[in-house]
Structure formats: C-alpha cells, structure tokens
C-alpha cells in the first residue's frame, strides 16, 4: 500500500535521524538536506537508498541532485512509489 | 592428431610476501587548500584523507615498483631469477609502450620473465592476483609478482575542489606462489562498461597533437590542461557502496567464509566514507580490522590494496595467517574481490 505524505516525511525523519544522527522533530517539509540536517552530498546516497528501500521506489543519480529539501523527496516518493 | 602434453601447475597458490614504497614527500591538505576554495574539515569529512604521498620526478612508476617489488621478494624468502612472471597494474604509466613491467622485470634482475602492464584502475591489483593465482596453479610461472603502482598526482587537476585532494602515489608489491592448500579465493570480478563515464580521464591523449591544442581547456594561468581523472561523486559513492557490497558478500560466499570467520578487511582506499558505509552495509563484526591506510595515503588506486595490507601488516594491525577480504573496485567501471590469507 503506497504510504502517505506523513508516512514518507516520518520514515525519512527515521532515516536522517540514522544517517545524521539529527533528531526526528527537526526533519521538516521545509527543510534543506544539506543547508539545515547536516547531510552532505554522500549521506544523501544513503538517504536516497533507504529511502528506495522503505518505500520501493527508484530515484536514479539525475533525480538525486533535484531533491533539495525534504519536501522534494517527499514529493518524488510520493508521485514514484511502486 | 597429435597428442599435447598439458602444463603441470600447483595444486594452489598463495600471498607470499608484500612490499611497499611511498614517496618520500609528504603533502598535508593545506597544500591542497593553496589551489581550491576547500577546507581542511571538508576533505577529512567527505575523504578521511589528512596526507597523501606525491612522488618527485625520481620516483618513477617503474622505480617506485622495484622498491616495492624488492621488499616482497624478500618478504617471500624467494630470489628474483625465480620469478616467472611480472604483472604490473597501473593507469598511470605515461610511456604506451613498451609495458613498464618489461624494465620492472629487467632490472629486478629476473631470468627473462613474462612481463605485462595490466589496465583495470582501482581492480587492477585483484585482476593481477587472479592472473597470477591461474598462472601459478596452471603451471606457466611458479613465482608471480603482482605490482599496484600508480603516480597519479601526474593525473590530479589540482584546481578541481571536487578531485584535488584525493590522489595520491605508491606502489605495492605481491609475490604469489605455490602452496599444498586454498589461500586465495575465487576471485568474484567483472565489469559495467554502461557506467564508464561515472570516473574517467578528462581528455584523451590523441587530443594534444599539435594543431589541435586550441581547443582544448585551459587552466587558471592559461595553460592548456593536462588529462586528469573525473568522476561522478554521488555516482560512484552509490555504486561503490550498495553494489560493491553485494560482490564483497558473493566473495565471502565463494570462499565459503562467514564474516564471523573474517579477521581483515581490505578495501580498495578510495574514500574513507564509502569504506565506513561498506563495513555497515556487511555488517561486519567488531572484531574485524579494516584498512583505512587512506587516511594518510590518499587514493592510490591500483596500489591501494597492496599498500594498505603491508602497512597492517607492519603495525600489528593484521598478522601473516590472518583471512582477508579483498575488494578492489573503479574506473571501467571494474571490480574484484576475492578472500585471502595474509602473508
């Protein structure tokens, strides 16, 4: 069953919360990886695959550098969940 | 029809012995800092590198290796004269031809080996191992030595923030022999030429004949560019993380190994954040040591491996006997991996 906008920004708080070591409340919609959760540009590789993981979905290389903010990838996951 | 003798090798081969040789100059990152709008914390952060070794116009590919290559003969109790082959593993050789390995062999003083250059970037020492390991149990050479050398400062756009820090130059040495047991694994090796624009030389050789220099790249005090390596970060950590993984578990599988059974891994030193992600993707055990001779050695592609197994080796770290997992993995893009005993 494809999960909901609050399920993706829950599981990807999960996830950077791992990866980051950022605590869940801090991982916003609005969000910047890089600028406001301390993810650098390799961290967001691993975001990204856990990310494919928990939400069966693809998000090859080229998408990876659009997804700015956690509302993008929330976004992206939520128009490509299988 | 003729009937043909068929070669007589050893039942098995192992790691007899390793050599390495860093330059002797040491360059910390503020050297770096000189030429990118970088920081010292970014290239530890997203390398781990703090030193990496340049060689001086001396230190050639082929002196760096007879260095190297003289420290694993002896390491193996063995003498030159009995070394029938010499594979050498280097994407930073910058005479085409003749093979370097041809000048390695001569002056090390072997009787005629075989001698070859080997192309496989940062795999090229576990495909020089996995030629050496059939050679040896197939009966064409008894003693092999496998060299992973590389000066690829020569091979650095030292204005790339992306790149510049990165490289570095060494070679080590492997001598390879007979043995009555299983001490080198079935290699898990193959290639994904689809990702060959991930890490590649910026300009082809062929593109500097005279005529044509004008429309190549300049660099900031307008000279024309030299070639150097580029990748594709995100790209590369991807690949070099989830699905070298895989390979490195496929390895531990052929070896009929468990991480349990492990004492060392030894992966290729490209970035101490795709090692450290590597370790958690395998859930390896505590117990295992892990090289990150990257630290202070830097990206010497080919001669990473070699390299960082002497340096365990020679702090206590691993000791001979112990079982490594091996993976070298680039440009190509290329990939072995197999598990060994160490010398």
Known sequence: MAATQEEIVAGLADIVNEIAGIPVEDVQLDKSFTD??????????????????????????????????????????????? | MSKIRPSKGAPYARILGVGGYRPTRVVPNEVILEKIDSSDEWIRSRSGIETRHWASPEETVAAMSI???????????????????????????????????????????????????????????????????????EGSAEYVLVIGVERLSDLTDLEDRA?????????????????????????????????????????????????????????????????????????VFRWAVFEMAKVAQQALD?????????????????????????????????????????????????ASIPLAMERLLASGEAKSGDTALVIGFGAGLVYAATVVTLP
């Open chain 2, 254 to 302: 052929a070896a009929g190994i468990t991480p349990d059974d492990l004492d060392v891994f030894i992966p290729h030193q490209a970035n101490v954040r795709i090692i450290d992600s590597m370790v958690k993707t395998l859930k390896l055990p505590e117990h295992v040591t892990v090289a990150r001779d990257i630290r202070t050695t830097g990206n010497t592609s080919a």
């Open chain 2, 163 to 235: 790149t510049a820090f990165l490289f570095g130059d060494g070679a080590g040495a492997v001598v390879v022999g007979p043995s009555d047991e299983p001490h080198i694994g079935p290699t898990v090796w193959g290639s994904e030429g689809d990702k060959a624009e991930t890490i590649k030389q910026t300009i082809p050789w062929n593109e500097y004949r005279i005529g044509d220099l004008g429309s190549l790249p300049l660099d900031s005090a307008g000279n024309v560019k030299f070639p150097a390596i580029t990748q594709e970060g995100q790209a």
């Open chain 2, 67 to 137: 260095e190297a290559s003289g420290k694993a003969i002896a390491a193996a109790g063995i003498t030159a004269e009995q070394i029938g082959a010499v594979v050498v593993a280097t994407v930073s050789h910058f005479s085409q031809t003749p093979a370097v390995a041809t000048e390695i062999a001569d002056k090390l003083g072997t009787d005629r080996a075989a001698a070859f250059d080997v192309s496989a970037g940062c795999a090229g020492f576990g495909y020089g191992l996995t030629l050496a390991k059939g050679m040896v149990t």
């Open chain 1, 36 to 82: 406001d959760l301390d993810v650098d540009s390799l961290s967001m590789v691993e975001v990204v695959v856990a990310a494919e993981e928990r939400f069966d979905v693809k998000i090859p290389d080229d998408d990876v550098k659009n997804l700015k903010t956690v509302g993008d990838a929330t976004e992206y996951i939520l128009k490509h969940q299988a």
